[in-house]
């Protein structure tokens, strides 16, 4: 079942536009409306890459690394996003737990509009 939370295989663009890349994605949530477009955030085996405080570490020691289906621990680069037509998702891999993925929420949210982490 598709679903918020879900991580999936898709091709994912390169910013440049210069190609695409088959790699994990986190589904964040569905796009209103009749069509099945989803809001996708990549998934990057680079830690390295982090930005702390926004993007989201997933190791082997947090609770949900297994059902995440990730083979390596990774990174949920919460500022690469795309959208995403469901018909493209290859498969599914796993899932991340609800607090995870209203974190990701939350500091999506926070960077768009700093204001409301005012509040």
């Known amino acids: 079942m598709i679903r918020p939370g ?4 898709a ?31 990549m998934v990057s085996s680079k830690i390295a890459q982090q930005i702390e405080g926004f993007d989201e570490l997933i190791t082997e020691g947090d609770g949900d690394y297994a059902q995440s289906g990730l083979k390596v621990p990774s990174l949920i680069r919460i500022a690469r996003l795309a959208i995403q037509e ?26 768009i509009n700093p204001y409301l982490k005012k509040q």
């Not at 290859?90 to 500091?107: A, D, F, K, T, W």
Request: with cysteine.
């Open 6 to 9: 879900k991580i999936v295989l």
């Open 11 to 41: 091709q994912f663009p390169q910013t440049n536009l210069d190609g695409t890349k088959l790699r994990p994605i986190l589904l964040v949530e569905r796009l209103p409306g009749k069509y099945q477009d989803w809001l996708t955030c």
């Open 86 to 111: 469901q018909n493209l998702f290859v498969g599914g891999l796993g899932e991340i737990n609800i607090s995870r993925l209203n974190r990701i929420r939350q500091n999506l949210s926070f960077w």
